[in-house]
């Protein structure tokens, strides 16, 4: 059986309402809060991942008092929820309503998002991305040389600063070009840092208290976004007094889209549209590669024969030249070792949904208004769907491998996923290719570094890494 074994992609999507067995549809499987609610407060990963665990994937329900939500991770019960029934499971509660404070509604809510992912789409699909990723390889090169050149070598660095610079600046060139300086994109990456850290924790384990009722980090948070805000505004504000003079701007940035977009009607978005379509695109952007990218040195130190074969891939075929897209199809075990470590660290961790209308899944009951918890993280070690799921194994993700397709939920699924996979495949490609070829990046200290979850999945403490040159580079 092969490391992807499991429920073949093509199974019929599960029992829906009116369909259950005998004609009668059971109440879920109910998880008492006595059982997990001191290590839910403590550590909610390990105590949802002992709960998915001990239900052997079958649908929960997790009995917080005035908080039950169910616990859904079997990939065909995903399928229903987020592809073959998705309009009923609304993007709303947990998360989203603590992100909507930082980037605007979700788009299950927000009328304007039709306009936006077009927008998104047309700078993140596959021929738009190759028309600037040389362009993007160089800006990653010259951002790499910064870095070595800012930190003496042998010095530990925080990994997750490191990384943002680095892919602020290959954002920033691609997204904004020179409507932002170097500066503010620093100081931009910086208040998105302390806002996804900040309050999200708590916000998400008390869904139901108000947000004008205040809880622990959202001071700090409030403080981030007005920064996010001071910077973004005047960017939006100063193009379109550009485009409202009938000012030519040649440039396919973001914010220039976004001002040009226009809705079925005819409607153009507002200052507050743009700012919020420009500020998701940063969250987006940065959180999964450079979060994702920060583990990656955590894996290599504990896995050296993964580590060797990665930097032999890399020496081979970029050797002393600056990565391009030229590169990229040749860089396979690379790939293979960003799809993995997405599976094992899955940045986006839970995609929570509420159910907008009563509906059977599989013969159990799904109550109207009910919360509902979908994680990557816990159907990524779907033990029957991934063997050996905490063992690191690219190998997984070698061509002509097969799963179930909702069994992979690294960028979400359905309606709703993520339209930069592409872009965060050849981004981080470009930055492991760079960074390995130009430097030595080593784990400073042990890898024993938990998970912590938030809006994403952050490590418990930093990771630190050194760097060594590269003889004659």
Known sequence: MSAEAGLDKHTPAPRIAGSASGGTAREPRSYPAGRFLRGLLRDPLAALEEVSRSSGGEITRLNLGPFRPYLVTRPEHLQYVLRDNAPNYRREGLMWKPLSRLVGEPSGADPEWPVKRRVFQSLLTGKSIETFTDEMAATIARAVDELSERVPPGTPVDAMDALTRVVYRAILRIFIGDKLSLADADRLGEAIMVATTSSFRARMLLPFVPLRVPLPGDRAFHRAVQTVDDIVYPVVRKARRMHDQGEHDPTRDVVSLLLAARDE??????????????????????????????????????????????????????GTDQPTRAHLPRLRYTKMVLQELLRMYSVGWIIPRVIADDDVIDGVKMHRGAPMIVSPYLTHRVEDVWPDPYVFAPERFAPGRSRHRFAYLAFGAGPHQCVGSVFFTVEAQLIVATMMSRLRPKLHGSPAIEPQAGLTLKPRRPIEITFRPVEGR
């Open 265 to 318: 009607n005819g409607a153009a978005l507002d200052d507050k549209g743009i700012r919020d379509g420009v500020v998701s695109l940063f969250v987006a952007g940065t959180e999964t590669t450079v979060t994702a990218l920060s583990w990656l040195w955590v894996v290599l130190a504990a896995r050296p024969d993964v580590a060797a074969r990665l930097q032999d891939e890399i020496d081979t075929v970029v």
